[in-house]
């Protein structure tokens, strides 16, 4: 199992409870992936710990885990396979499920935005991380009056790259729209967005319940340019596009909602394996619909965001899957060999 | 010259009340506009003053119109005021008696048992004219407070006399309320105590008297009695102008007013101020107000027109009522509230010049035919209605135009409910227009509330306004189109504006009565409840409208109908978002059950006209 | 502001430019709007540097105007910036230095639709062959003037009378730079610092002791842009852009302004001008308008060369303010003076803007 | 020192700029209408109001770009814009959101005649 985030945890303790040996390795110290970064998940706001603290307590004490160990090649050898790491550690197995998950797109990219130009242009990611501190400030500690967020930052954008949706920013940038009025009662919110992709259970009700009871403001128009004026104040140019007029407004911070892109070892492994898909780079199941989890090469299998964009429940769904789909095939493989 | 100090608060409140009603009376007769006093003018000579004080009588003492409503606040009302005025007139014959010829100063009969302390002849007490005098006046006070009685169980529990809610009262109702509730009771102690030591007393003040007189020191203390039911009286009459008791007298001279033919016009007028001192906030509207279900209970009526008197009207308040006329149909005094809040609108929306120049270019293909077939904004967002008109219209073969297929001008109403009387104007003269041009004889809508305004703002000489109900009715009955009934069972929801608004409930159901079997719902006609979208509203929201709506719904398919049968589009489509139930405009029941007529048929049709 | 982000993304776009002989494409319109520069430039070079400049009288214009204002098809364009090369060929130079910035941007189009659609150029050099029989080598490197002077500006700065500081003060002077659109926003990579935060015009600053504004509009278009100013119909539009920019600098209270293309402190210039005519508003302090100048301008104010020399009595907007504020002598009453003295006579005074001493 | 020379004749003048300048622009309008009828938040500038509209079928008037000229605070000429409403309530119906459009528009038409003052 290679990556030990929500997808990687909740195979693993599939598997395992299914009698499977199970050997998880993870590159940086501790599991859980992105989700350790997430302050609180939507719709309902609910704590991000609540969720990782389940899928840590649900991992068996049998589940071999690896973690701090990049993994660097995957070999087959005999239909069997031998993952190696960057410090030479080796592992062998059967079948290997990549849930390597996603990386956020470096915001810095978008250099008309000013991502690490301007002093107070942050990431989502970024803002999350000021939720879990408890406050929100400017780099010179006040408090911002004003906060604009910016939808499809790195996603829906060939300049970028990713021509693709990533599908959860939107719903993150209305939940994290509220919890800034939550923080700050009097702040204003804007949106800047081309479409309100809501697209799931409850997702509508929290766009309804941002307008009506914190009057976060929607302004149809893709940012284009961002500078900073004399007084710190980011200034953005938009199309104001229901009105057909350009937009100038200054606000005090802006928030780039970063889409998801494949992470370099995705690119890497799948690339080396022939699975990577040239325009998106996730990983190429084996038939999108009947069996998104295996992949072209007998014993790979695949979950979570490494085949594209998902939100955390459809992560665990698809880990699931991916652990029903890998008993299925030592299922008809064990009388095989 | 019989006197006592202690008249002075009576009389001196009495005065100031006289002094107070006849500034203000003089004054809003004199505002009167031009029209209203040309009918005053007429009204007291061609004889209407005799009807009109028979409603005063029947209506201002005797309460019949409450009575019917609520037997027990009836009586409660009837026995205060018919009481009250018993007491004054035959206070004052009984007072012929002892005053020997000549003019009693006004508080004599008041206090009569304080100056004069004729002595019970008692086995033959009755057959006295003194005696029977004491017998009734003691019956009639008995009578008023048993009336008290009532008042104060209403004030602790207003559930049992089946009022969900009961007023909440002003600081000077408090006082007037207070005040009024002590007088009898009050005059009751006077008497008994003066009767205590003269046995002067009828049957009840005579045997308190000597009750009291056993452990009492009457004597003493019936002359602060006396003082406490003059005060009592004095206060009454001091805070009544301010109170809500003011409805005493100014209802009369509303009623005289009402008979004279004036009618609230479309702007706050001294008329309308005088319906508005006419409400006595009995609280019987507040109940049957469908506000209350969106919890914006101060928009019910009795507080509306309060805050109209007092001139602290909010937005709010004065926005938010759905004009559905229940409060109207009800209210003992019959207050015009629907056309007092339309002109309270116009005054709050007489900055607002909504302007229409852009129609003068609209002239639709010229449509000459004898029916002109108008469906109204609403129409054309239940398609289903449309296309059911369209088709009997067809099938009866009569020479019919669809006025509004393109895109229709406003009937004006909707502007009309904002109190936009002037943008209202031109577009009714517009509309106006193109039926004149149309050369129709009949004019036919599915809109109630298009069929309101068409019917009574429009001047439409030579055309015939009927609602589709109504013209459906008559083709069946003329035997244009021909139908067949089923069993299916339905219920009929009459439209605020086609049933109290314009007082039609029978055809609709006489047709019905043709098509399906008609359930009858628990609050049908006068009665019917609002579905909720109606566009007199102009601010509750989605989820206020939602409630009232969900509360008429269980009402109308308590008796779970197979079909919710309504005539008008905005009702239906109301409904439609709320229920499963199926919800049909009387159209489409038509037009489903259609049969098609021999050519024979038709003639004959044609012939019998 | 973050500084060392910007210098992150000026890592991203380094430029290599040749050092030594150059051969020098004139502008056709800079000569006209600001006559001391392209002297200036071949000056510094030369005596100062002491650098091998080939300067032809044979080139023409390389036709971008017209080819901007769909005047030119791109064929001939191509043509005789294929003849420009064979000059540069024939006279031996490899290093093409082009003047102007709209002739850099187009040769870099050219040369980039060149590289990939080679049979684009074999049609380019048949015309040239069939129209005037000559032959031409692709330039080993191709720069525009003023990254050749970046490329030099510590050599500059050593040679430097003066520094870009205010006298009084001793703080330096706010300039504000501005680079012409067809520098780098077509071809980022050719650009010394990249589209966004191009660095050529900075670096000078930077050496000289200037400090640079980024103001909100920095990147937005100075108003030339052909179509807007040839088609007098479109004129309002050319100066509402320029509007903007000095609306946007101006609570940054600039200095200065420094340009690298011929139609940008044109306009820059004259529209203050103009501006102050039409709604009786300048952008300096106390009526002066923001003196606009091109970089070779500054380089020789910088070195030391008589103001009057570099022509900048042809500036609409008059620089003496800031010569005041820098310590340069000059002489106000030779401002007019022809070249042996006599008296070319006083251009009438502005209604608004304030000219400076008689 | 002013010159003399009279007013310079440019035969053009600058282009007035179309751009919202969203900090620049007065919201007196846009905070009457939103106390009086909160319900404008809701809007998601779908068009179901404008398309249905009965004075949108002889004019160019657009309750969905009223709400946004308001909020944005363009409110110049947004008067005889709005006094083109017959205000039949078919937008009310209509509205996915169940936005208060009757009120909404009546609210605006106020502000913009008291508020301005």
């Not at chain 1, 390795?25 to 992936?33: A, L």
């Not at chain 2, 005021?81 to 012929?96: C, D, K």
């Not at chain 3, 150029?121 to 191709?142: C, D, Q, S, V, Y």
């Not at chain 3, 501006?275 to 308008?289: C, I, Q, R, V």
Request: net charge neutral.
């Amino acid at each position: 199992m290679i990556g030990g985030g929500a997808a990687g945890l909740e195979a693993s303790s599939a598997l395992a409870s299914l009698g499977f040996r199970v050997v998880l390795v993870e590159k940086e110290d501790e599991t859980g992936g992105h989700i350790k970064n997430w302050h609180a998940l939507f719709p309902n706001r609910r704590p991000g710990t609540e969720v990782l603290q389940a899928l840590r307590s649900k991992l068996s004490k049998e589940v071999e885990l690896f973690s701090g160990k990049t993994v660097t090649e995957i070999k087959q050898v005999q239909g069997r396979f031998e993952v190696g790491s960057a410090d030479g550690w080796k592992a062998e197995a059967d079948a290997v499920l990549l849930t390597t998950g996603f990386s956020l797109f470096n915001a810095s990219k978008k250099e008309e935005y000013g991502y690490g130009i301007y002093d107070n242009v942050i990431t989502s990611a970024d803002l999350e991380s000021a939720f879990s501190a408890g406050k929100i400030t400017m780099k010179n500690g006040e408090q911002p009056k004003r906060i604009g967020f910016v939808h499809c930052v790195g996603s829906r954008d060939e300049k970028a790259g990713n021509i693709y949706c990533s599908k959860v920013c939107c719903v993150t940038a209305v939940k994290q729209a509220i919890e800034v009025k939550q923080f700050l009662p009097e702040c204003e919110v804007f949106c800047f967005y081309m479409d309100m992709r809501m697209f799931g259970r409850h997702y509508e009700e929290l766009y309804k319940e941002a307008q009506e009871k914190y009057y976060i403001q929607f302004i149809r128009g893709r940012l284009s340019e961002s500078t900073e004026d004399h007084t710190g104040k980011i200034i953005l140019k938009v199309e104001d596009t229901l009105l057909g007029k350009p937009l100038k407004i200054g606000v005090d911070m802006l928030v780039l909602m970063v889409g998801m892109e494949s992470p370099d070892i995705t690119r890497k492994l799948g690339s080396e394996l022939g699975l990577l898909n040239d325009s998106d780079r996730f990983l190429v199941s084996a038939d999108q619909h009947i069996s998104a989890n295996v992949s072209e090469i007998p014993g790979l299998f695949f979950a979570g965001t490494c085949t594209g964009p998902k939100n955390i429940a459809d992560t665990l769904a698809d880990a699931r899957s991916a652990a029903l789909a890998i008993a299925g095939y030592f299922e008809n493989n064990s009388n095989r060999s | 010259m019989t006197f006592n100090i202690f008249v002075i608060p009576f009389f001196g409140g009495l005065l100031f009340l006289l002094a107070v009603l006849f500034v203000r009376f003089t004054a809003w007769l004199a505002t009167l506009d031009k029209s209203g006093r040309k009918k005053l003018g007429h009204g007291l000579l061609n004889g209407q003053v005799f009807p009109a004080t028979w409603e005063v009588f029947m209506e201002s003492l005797l309460h019949r119109r409450m009575f019917r409503q609520n037997k027990l606040l009836g009586y409660m009302h009837m026995s205060f005021a018919f009481g009250w005025l018993l007491l004054i007139v035959l206070g004052n014959l009984e007072s012929r008696i002892y005053s020997g010829g000549h003019i009693n100063p006004p508080y004599y009969p008041i206090f009569l048992k304080f100056f004069v302390h004729d002595k019970r002849t008692l086995p033959f007490e009755l057959y006295t004219l003194p005696g029977f005098f004491r017998f009734i006046m003691d019956f009639v006070l008995l009578f008023i407070l048993s009336g008290l009685v009532l008042a104060l169980i209403k004030r602790a529990r207003s559930k049992w006399f089946g009022m969900k809610r009961t007023t909440q009262h002003s600081k000077f109702d408090k006082w007037a309320i207070t005040s009024l509730w002590f007088i009898f009771p009050l005059r009751l102690l006077a008497e008994s105590f003066t009767a205590g030591v003269y046995q002067g007393g009828g049957f009840l003040t005579n045997t308190l008297g000597t009750f009291f007189a056993a452990f009492l020191p009457v004597e003493y203390l019936y002359y602060p009695a006396w003082w406490a039911y003059s005060t009592a009286l004095g206060v009454f009459f001091v805070t009544l102008p301010w109170s809500r008791y003011m409805h005493i007298p100014t209802e009369v001279l509303l009623i005289y007013l009402r008979h004279f033919g004036i009618k609230t016009g479309k702007k706050p007028d001294s008329f309308s101020e005088i319906e508005i001192y006419s409400c006595p906030r009995c609280g019987v509207c507040i109940d049957v107000c469908q506000m209350n279900d969106a919890h914006r209970t101060n928009s019910t009526p009795a507080y509306f027109l309060r805050s109209l008197r007092y001139g602290t009207p909010d937005n709010d308040q004065n926005a938010n009522c759905m004009l559905c006329g229940r409060c109207h149909e009800v209210c003992p005094v019959q207050i015009d509230t629907l056309a007092i809040r339309v002109a309270a609108r116009y005054d709050d929306n007489k900055l607002l010049a909504p302007s229409f120049k852009y129609l003068d270019r609209f002239e639709p293909a010229d449509s000459a035919a004898d029916v002109l077939y108008f469906a109204g904004c609403m129409g054309h967002l239940t398609p289903a209605v449309k296309k059911a008109m369209l088709k009997i219209l067809a099938a009866s073969g009569e020479k019919f135009s669809f006025m509004d297929e393109d895109g229709s001008v406003c009937c004006g109403r909707p502007l009309l409910l904002a109190g936009l009387h002037e943008a209202a104007a031109e577009l009714i003269q517009k509309n106006t227009h193109l039926i004149i041009n149309s050369g129709a004889k009949t004019f036919v809508t599915s809109c109630p509330i298009c069929y309101k305004v068409f019917n009574e703002e429009y001047k439409l000489p030579g055309v015939e306004v009927l609602h589709h109900s109504q013209y459906l009715l008559r083709l069946v009955e003329s035997g244009k189109i021909k139908v067949n009934s089923t069993g299916i069972t339905a219920v009929y929801h009459d439209p605020c504006e086609l049933g109290r608004g314009s007082k039609i409930y029978d055809e609709p159901r006489t047709l019905l009565g043709q098509l399906v079997t008609l359930n009858k719902a628990e609050q049908e006609r006068e009665n019917s409840l609002c579905c909720g979208g109606s566009v007199g509203d102009l601010s509750m929201n989605h989820s206020e409208r939602t409630v009232i709506r969900d509360e008429a719904l269980k009402v109308l398919l308590a008796s779970q109908p197979d079909i919710l049968v309504t005539a008008c589009p905005l009702c239906k489509k109301t409904f439609d978002n709320g229920t499963e139930a199926v919800v049909m405009d009387i159209a489409e029941v038509v037009s489903e059950r259609l049969q098609p007529v021999t050519k024979k048929e038709l003639v004959t049709a044609e012939l019998a006209g | 502001m973050k500084h060392e982000g910007k210098k992150l993304v000026w890592q991203e776009y380094q430029k290599e430019i040749a050092d030594d002989h150059f051969f020098y494409a004139r502008s056709c319109i800079r000569q006209t709007f600001f006559p001391g520069s392209e002297k200036v430039f071949t000056k510094i070079l030369k005596d100062e540097l002491g650098k091998d400049v080939y300067d032809s009288e044979h080139h023409t214009s390389c036709t971008g105007i017209g080819y901007h204002a769909d005047a030119v098809p791109f064929e001939t364009t191509m043509t005789v910036v294929a003849r420009q090369f064979a000059l540069m060929t024939e006279a031996g130079y490899e290093n093409y230095a082009a003047s102007c910035i709209t002739s850099f941007g187009l040769y870099t189009e050219i040369l980039e639709t060149w590289h990939h659609f080679p049979e684009v150029e074999a049609k380019a050099r048949e015309f040239l062959f069939k129209a005037t029989g000559r032959e031409f080598k692709i330039p080993k490197n191709l720069a525009h003037a003023s990254d050749i002077i970046y490329k030099f500006r510590h050599e500059i700065a050593e040679k430097a009378k003066y520094r870009l500081v205010d006298k009084n003060t001793g703080k330096p002077l706010r300039v504000v730079e501005h680079i012409g659109c067809h520098y780098s926003k077509m071809f980022p990579h050719k650009g010394v610092g990249g589209a966004e935060y191009p660095y050529v015009l900075t670096g000078m600053i930077e050496a000289w002791g200037g400090e640079v504004i980024d103001y909100p509009e920095r990147r937005h278009c100075c108003g030339f842009g052909f179509r807007q100013y040839i088609v007098q119909a479109n004129r309002g539009y050319s100066i509402a852009c320029s509007k903007k920019k000095f609306d946007s600098m101006e609570p940054y209270e600039p200095d200065m302004i420094i340009t690298n293309c011929p139609g940008c402190p044109m306009f820059l210039d004259r529209w203050q001008y103009a501006l102050s005519e039409m709604e009786g508003k300048t952008y300096g302090k106390n009526g002066n308008g923001i003196p606009v100048f091109t970089y070779e301008e500054v380089a020789g104010l910088v070195l030391g060369y008589d103001p009057w020399e570099i022509g900048l009595q042809v500036h609409q907007v008059p620089a003496e303010p800031l010569l005041d504020k820098i310590g340069i002598e000059y002489d106000p009453g030779s401002k007019f003076k022809g070249p042996n003295g006599e008296d070319l006579g006083h251009p009438e005074a502005p209604s608004y803007l304030k000219f400076y001493k008689e | 020192m002013a010159g003399t020379v009279e007013k310079v004749r440019f035969g053009f003048s600058v282009n007035k700029d179309r751009q919202i300048d969203y900090d620049a622009n007065l919201k007196d309008i846009a905070d009457i209408v939103l106390k009086a009828e909160p319900t404008i938040n809701l809007c998601i500038s779908c068009g179901t109001c404008a398309s249905t509209c009965t004075a949108g079928q002889f004019t160019d008037f657009s309750l969905r770009k009223m709400i946004l000229l308001v909020r944005r605070g363009e409110t110049k000429g947004l008067e005889n814009e709005i006094s083109k409403c017959m205000l039949c309530g078919k937008c009310q119906l209509a509205c996915p959101r169940g936005v208060s459009t009757r009120n909404l528009i009546l609210q605006i038409h106020k502000a913009l005649k008291t508020g301005a003052l």
